[in-house]
């Protein structure tokens, strides 16, 4: 039997998204108000951006869990894979700092999204992809605003 044959495990696969995805939204919240805690005297724009950026996502993919519903929540099914992605992004170029502490919400929304694409009978390899895809814009974004914000001589 798949997942949607089965309605326990259509229930089971659902609660899971919820229960990941909130995981998820709570460790983004907690590593960033620690991490902001303990530079208040120094948050210059640069780092309360990215703090503001990842608790935003972690809001994010919980807010997309309440609109992947049948038919209409195609779209809202790649937003944990595009969060993961972008967390990604933060654990890779903040692995001296607060990237290891973002790599459970990173995985937890990717296994929401999983969750999902088997509840839904949705492409893995399609949403991985966008996920890869998601990390390589926000590194791009981060050099970008990094460039930007460096004085000019």
């Not at 108000?33 to 990842?54: C, G, H, K, R, V």
């Not at 459970?104 to 999983?114: D, I, S």
Request: hydrophobic letters at 60%; aromatic letters at 10%.
């Amino acid at each position: 039997m798949n997942a949607t044959s089965n309605p326990n495990r259509q229930k089971v696969l659902r609660l899971l998204e919820w229960v990941l995805a909130y995981f998820g939204a709570a460790v983004c919240l907690a590593v960033v108000t620690l991490f902001a805690n303990q530079q208040l005297d120094d948050l210059w724009p640069l780092p309360s951006l990215y703090f503001i950026e990842i608790a935003l996502l972690g809001l994010l993919g919980v807010a997309s869990r309440a609109g992947d519903t049948k038919p209409v929540g195609a779209a809202w099914g790649a937003v944990p894979w595009g969060v993961g992605g972008a967390l990604l992004s933060f654990v890779i170029l903040g692995g001296f700092s607060i990237g290891p502490f973002l790599v459970p919400a990173m995985l937890a929304f990717w296994l929401a999204g999983a969750a999902a694409d088997l509840r839904q009978r949705r492409s893995l390899a399609r949403h991985f992809g966008l996920a890869m895809i998601s990390a390589l814009l926000q590194g791009a974004l981060m050099f970008a605003i990094l460039l930007l914000s460096r004085p000019h001589n």
